[in-house]
């Protein structure tokens, strides 16, 4: 049986629709960038049914012409552009995702996807629409993807108005000092760290786990097990919540995921797995297997590991290198890579069993029941946009399924054990050489999600390279202004 991906009381139907929203007079909606920054508006109650009674509405395309910080891109792309006025493209209404927003006087609000009004095609570049596909893909092979995401921020006791009058410098901790899943610590700020917690429940986001992490300031929170596309709903709209609860408490939180150069940086760790037609976890063994293990594993790490989650494993190795813009989108999330598992965010091709030091940690028994058997990617940082990673992970895991893909490599430890080995591959370093490595002509990117997608996101990315390659920073001025 599918896991249920539509939110609690979503209206099945327009009468549905109607009755939930009677003594309502407005709507919020919104769609993501490929940012994964929310962009939408309020409308009437009138023109929102309209909207959902025919094909949707109009919405500008610019979302997909500029950049986080409303800039045009450097160079104009296919999307939205001069040349075509940054026209209009549709919005369609998922009734599916219906929650009411608890701090804003609990007014309905639903998410977009966008496709193009003139052939009702999915916009290549739009989020959601890009992880509908990958969805669809793992279906026709009577697979469904599942999903949970972790994430980690520094909360900071600012505003936005503070942060820009410091010029964003001597920013002031929420709390001091290094206190990973500390009880005394959360006794501070008690009303704002219970207040993610639950208005999170009453925003139709369900929690695991809520506690603080290493770092001054930082919390982490793991957002419950569901199907692909509502955890990629609900990671996008915890960040929504967290800065807008933060707002109501004089606090900043961020997902940025490396602020400081001598701490650890924000992860925004991604578990997957995928159920077959019965609803079993795919991953896991069969009853014959799980005393001993699978005898044909390719390493003792995998041996709790079923054949289609091996050849998952390998599809995700695979191509890691070549999607690491879908996983680390910024400038600033390759240095959280920086340190390596020195700061627990790893920087190679590695996986291993229960390894928090390698780029993907197998999930399996005996540590876990079978049925919790899963693979937890930790390259991405919490500034991902979670659609994209997960697109990435789940057609990787495809591809490698589909092509009955191996291990070329060995586990993590065979590394640590004899650190002379060559063997082990190192992700891209900055995130311009992670988007050449995406963008070159035959890249596993092209491959799995075609060349119109690669291309719009690759010189969005450039984009940001470009800035970045233009920026003086603190750090020269300070190194060179003297003594150069």
Not at 217 to 240: C, H, P, Q, W
Not at 305 to 317: D, P, Y
Not at 354 to 367: E, M, Q
């Amino acid at each position: 049986m599918p896991t249920a991906s539509a939110t609690p009381g979503a209206p099945r139907s327009i009468d549905d629709l109607k009755e939930l929203l009677l003594f309502d007079v407005k709507v919020k909606v919104a769609g993501i960038d490929v940012d994964g920054v929310l962009r939408g508006k309020f409308m009437s109650k009138d023109k929102f049914l309209g909207a959902v009674a025919s094909e949707g509405f109009g919405f500008c395309s610019v979302i997909f012409g500029w950049d986080m910080h409303d800039s045009v891109y450097t160079r104009e792309l296919a999307i939205s552009n001069k040349e075509n006025g940054y026209c209009d493209i549709m919005a369609s209404i998922d009734l599916s995702t219906f929650r009411r927003i608890p701090w804003e006087n609990n007014v309905p609000f639903f998410l977009v996807s966008f496709f193009d009004p003139k052939t009702s095609a999915p916009i290549c570049a739009d989020p959601r629409g890009l992880l509908r596909k990958v969805i669809d893909n793992a279906a026709a092979h009577d697979l469904e993807c599942i999903s949970g995401v972790e994430f980690e921020y520094f909360n900071f006791k600012e505003t936005p108005e503070s942060v820009a009058h410091k010029g964003f410098t001597r920013l002031q901790p929420l709390t001091p000092g290094m206190h990973g899943y500390s009880l005394l610590r959360t006794q501070l700020n008690q009303e704002y760290f219970h207040a993610l917690f639950d208005e999170s429940l009453k925003f139709s986001i369900d929690i695991e786990g809520h506690h603080t992490e290493t770092g001054p300031g930082v919390l982490e929170t793991a957002l419950a097990y569901t199907s692909a596309m509502r955890i990629a709903d609900n990671a996008i709209l915890y960040k929504f919540l967290a800065k807008s609860v933060g707002l109501k408490h004089g606090v900043l939180p961020s997902f940025m995921a490396k602020p400081w150069g001598n701490l650890p940086g924000c992860s925004g760790h991604v578990h997957v797995s995928l159920k077959d037609r019965e609803g079993r976890n795919a991953f896991s063994l069969s009853e014959a297997d799980r005393d001993h293990g699978r005898a044909n594993a390719a390493f003792e790490d995998t041996r709790y590991l079923s054949q289609l989650g091996e050849h998952f494993l390998a599809g995700v190795l695979d191509g890691l290198p070549d999607v690491m813009p879908m996983l680390v989108p910024t400038i600033n999330g390759y240095k959280r890579l920086v340190g390596g598992e020195a700061f627990w965010a790893p920087n190679a091709v590695t996986y291993g069993y229960d390894s928090r030091a390698a780029s993907i940690r197998i999930i399996s028994p005996p540590s876990v029941p079978p049925s919790a058997t899963r693979l937890e990617v930790r390259v991405p940082g919490a500034d991902m946009n979670p659609y994209f990673a997960l697109s990435a992970i789940f057609q990787l895991g495809m591809r490698g399924i589909t092509k009955q893909l191996k291990l070329t490599t060995p586990p993590i430890s065979a590394y640590q054990s004899y650190p002379a080995r060559k063997e082990v591959i190192s992700l891209p370093s900055s995130l311009e050489d992670a988007t050449n490595a995406m963008m070159r002509p035959n890249s596993i990117a092209r491959e799995v999600f075609g060349d119109d997608f690669v291309d719009h996101f690759g010189a969005t990315r450039e984009h940001e390279v470009r800035l970045w390659n233009a920026a003086v920073t603190n750090w020269e001025v300070e190194r060179y202004l003297e003594l150069a």
